[in-house]
């Protein structure tokens, strides 16, 4: 099918937005000096810039690395990560441009960057060195393993962080390979995780004038969120299996296919859903079934019961169970592909999916993200489209430097505008 996929389904326009230059957000007069690459850093500075920050992407002749990912020719996903912020192109080779991103620091709040340990060091730009400058500033470091320890010199993509972290080690089934996420699963924790660390470091800086350095590692984040497992080996000695899509916590809970086709996903977690099940299928005397009475009882039976489940939900189409279940009181919903969640209304009417313009689309829309997380007095804005490359070069460099210096700058090939890199 090539780069461009096939619409079956109706798409709403409810969600279509617009960009409004003059929008402003909570966290409107904080800037952002942000030199990190591809995934973790963008989502970082994506959260700030949704709330209003200024983030100002400095990028190196060939760009940020994001903008490799082309469909189609098209950067989607720089288009998606990087709305609401400014670029500027300067070749960091050079140590005048060191220079200027010195400048840029000492008028920021926020420097965010994702470079091998090591590296920024040998820019110039140690963090003792920026802090000198400008003493609230608040300095992200993202990396792979971290700044300290022994992997500190390796690389480290979230893919390798996915293996490490026992992760994959839990994803899949049994009987098969373990399962790395087929998306950027480290990365994007490590972004949440890296906000929610810039603005505790901003606000101690507000408070006291001091900044510091965050030290994000792409591990620590998707580590976290595994928890409690590993005071459960500690506990009992065992490995959480690989069990596909059923829980080792509570049973049933598992995905289940459709007379039509589709699949729907099924959670009982408590006794009472269960029962609302059972009785929804016309099996309610299995609910007192010795095999099936409680939740230990039902993970020691989980293939008796899932038959079960699956035998049932397997003679109706996926409307009619979504339907029935609905009115039963059952928690069941369908599994969405990309198509399904073009179509839907619940996405586009909570505008968790919504649609901006964009020339290079071929219906002239961009369908992206909505603004999380959703704030009731301090909304998130639309302010611009992703940048082009040094598209905002002078706009940022002229009122720090000057006319004739950025003039200078740019002959000397210091200064790059998008068009001639």
């Not at 720089?78 to 609401?84: G, H, I």
């Not at 609905?326 to 996405?347: K, L, N, S």
């Not at 070069?393 to 740019?410: I, M």
């Amino acid at each position: 099918m090539g780069d461009t996929p096939l619409r079956h389904k109706p798409r709403s326009n409810k969600r279509r937005r617009d960009f409004d230059p003059a929008a402003k957000g909570a966290l409107d007069g904080v800037r952002v000096i942000d030199l990190a690459r591809l995934v973790a850093g963008n989502m970082l500075t994506k959260v700030l810039a949704d709330h209003g920050a200024e983030v100002v992407k400095v990028e190196p002749p060939a760009g940020d690395s994001l903008r490799a990912w082309k469909v189609g020719g098209v950067e989607t996903a720089w288009k998606t990560w990087c709305r609401n912020k400014r670029s500027t192109c300067m070749d960091l080779r050079n140590a005048e441009a060191i220079a200027v991103v010195k400048r840029l620091a000492a008028t920021a709040s926020l420097f965010v960057e994702s470079f091998k340990p090591g590296t920024l060091e040998a820019m110039g730009l140690a963090p003792e060195t920026l802090l000198a400058l400008n003493p609230k500033l608040v300095i992200v470091r993202v990396s792979g393993w971290g700044q300290t320890g022994p992997y500190r010199h390796k690389g480290g993509f979230g893919t390798l962080v996915e293996g490490y972290s026992g992760f994959a080690a839990i994803n899949g089934f049994e009987d098969r390979e373990p399962v790395l996420p087929p998306m950027f699963m480290a990365d994007a924790y490590a972004g949440l995780y890296g906000a929610s660390a810039a603005m505790i470091a901003l606000h101690h800086a507000e408070r006291t004038g001091q900044g510091q350095v965050i030290d994000l590692s792409l591990f620590e984040p998707i580590f976290a969120v595994l928890e409690p497992q590993m005071a459960n080996w500690r506990m009992m000695g065992t490995k959480k299996p690989r069990t596909g899509s059923r829980s080792t916590n509570t049973a049933p809970r598992n995905a289940y296919r459709t007379k039509d086709g589709g699949w729907l996903s099924l959670s009982t977690s408590t006794q009472a859903v269960f029962v609302r099940l059972m009785q929804s299928i016309g099996r309610a005397e299995l609910v007192d079934d010795p095999r099936f009475r409680t939740n230990p009882d039902r993970l020691k039976h989980i293939e008796a019961i899932d038959g079960v489940i699956r035998d049932a939900i397997a003679a109706m189409t996926r409307e009619e169970a979504l339907a029935k279940f609905d009115r039963d009181g059952v928690t069941i919903g369908p599994i969405m592909d990309v198509e399904d969640i073009d179509a839907d209304d619940y996405a586009a009417q909570r505008e968790a999916l919504i649609e901006v313009p964009d020339p290079e689309m071929p219906d002239g829309w961009l369908p992206m993200h909505g603004e999380v997380p959703r704030l009731s007095v301090t909304p998130g804005i639309l302010r611009n489209a992703a940048p082009r490359l040094g598209q905002d070069n002078d706009a940022l460099l002229v009122p720090l430097l000057g006319e004739a210096e950025v003039a200078r700058l740019r002959a000397s090939g210091v200064i790059l505008h998008g068009e001639t890199v």
